[in-house]
């Protein structure tokens, strides 16, 4: 588990300001994977993305998130005028490679945003 | 679509007492199954998995079957600790969609000495 870093761990903004999330995955992992929390519910996800390319954002807000994981440095999940709504717990996941075999991703502590 | 239902919690038990999380599911394919745990303050952590039917993934003292006929893998553990209380998330894996996780809403387990 350890490994995949994300900053910051924790996040407050008021409404309206933006929020960025940053996440280094596990060394040697190009695969890279965000999840929220809300409060009182299991993770649900996100977008997945390899270098330079989102493969899948079917869990994304299509209003105000992005995401992106530049050829060089971390992910970022990047939130645009935030709302209340939008308080939860990030977290990112790497793997080491696509299609299951193990289907293993590794964690990060995650990033807890609170909108105030 | 896919999806995980697990027990709802929160599950308190006795140190050394038996422990049941049930979790089933529903998918179109052949999903790898998983059981992460989730301490207080941290992420997640793999505990188990299993990638076909009647396989056993077990660690740290839990079990868990894969059982295709019920759809169902419930994590088992005989003799819990104190050092067990976390939140347990079942979670499937389906091939064709890369490494995406579809997780249940998570078991709170509180274990008391």
């Known amino acids: 588990n350890a490994g995949v870093m994300q900053n910051p761990r924790h996040l407050v903004r008021r409404r309206g300001q933006e929020a960025r999330l940053r996440c280094s995955p596990m060394?040697?992992?190009?695969?890279v994977y965000w999840y929220r929390q809300l409060p009182e519910e299991g993770l649900k996800f996100m977008v997945y993305?390899?270098?330079?390319?989102?493969?899948?954002e079917s869990g994304m807000p299509k209003e105000r998130f992005s995401a992106e994981f530049p050829k060089e440095g971390p992910s970022i999940l990047r939130i645009q005028q935030v709302v209340r709504g939008d308080s939860a717990a990030y977290f990112c996941?790497?793997?080491?490679?696509?299609?299951?075999?193990?289907?293993?991703?590794?964690f990060g502590e995650g990033s807890r945003l609170t909108v105030l | 679509g896919d999806s995980v239902t697990q027990m709802e919690g929160p599950v308190t038990l006795s140190e050394e007492a038996f422990l049941t999380i049930n979790c089933t599911y529903t998918?179109?394919?052949?999903?790898?199954l998983f059981w992460y745990v989730q301490y207080p303050g941290e992420g997640l952590q793999l505990l188990l998995k299993a990638t076909k039917a009647d396989d056993k993934g077990s660690n740290k003292g839990f079990e868990a079957t894969y059982r295709k006929e019920t759809t169902s893998f419930h994590l088992e553990k005989g003799s819990v600790q104190v050092s067990d209380s976390a939140v347990y998330f079942c979670a499937l894996s389906e091939r064709e969609y890369g490494n995406k996780l579809v997780f249940g809403a998570g078991t709170i387990l509180r274990v008391k000495s």
């Open positions: 060394k040697g992992h190009s695969h």
């Open positions: 993305l390899q270098k330079e390319n989102i493969i899948d």
């Open positions: 996941a790497s793997s080491l490679r696509q299609g299951v075999d193990t289907g293993e991703l590794f």
């Open positions: 998918a179109t394919g052949y999903p790898s």
